[in-house]
């Protein structure tokens, strides 16, 4: 393995899945425009350059019905969201801040 390969602290993983069958989908739900808000705030906040932080859109995570979702590693923890204030909690509080966001886990 290279020395100087780099790897990312913390990986969020987000859900874009979109259902065509009228069964829940976290698509439906905003997944789009988050994904899209939480890929330019890490950024902005030089979490992706330093390394921290890597964003990549997920197909089904299986919590449909608790969706929309995200999942964060190493953690493992599960978070739902409504707005971007909600994605902006989660990047301050658990990816700067090291701390759960209990208002949000699922
Ligand atoms: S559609 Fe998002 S978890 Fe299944």
């Given at each position: 393995m290279s020395e100087d390969k780099q790897f990312f602290g913390q990986h969020l993983f987000i859900c874009m899945n979109q259902r065509d069958d009228g069964r829940e989908c976290c698509a439906e739900r905003g997944a789009h425009a988050a994904q899209k808000?939480?890929?330019a705030r890490v950024k902005e906040l030089g979490l992706s350059?330093?390394?921290e932080v890597r964003v990549n859109q997920a197909g089904c995570l299986g919590r449909?019905?608790?969706g929309?979702?995200?999942?964060?590693?190493p953690q493992g923890t599960w978070y739902t969201?409504?707005?971007n204030e909600?994605?902006?909690e989660i990047i301050d509080v658990h990816l700067v801040g090291g701390k759960v966001v209990d208002r949000l886990k699922i």
């Open positions: 808000h939480l890929k350059r330093s390394g449909c019905e608790e929309p979702v995200i999942v964060i590693y969201y409504v707005d909600d994605l902006d």
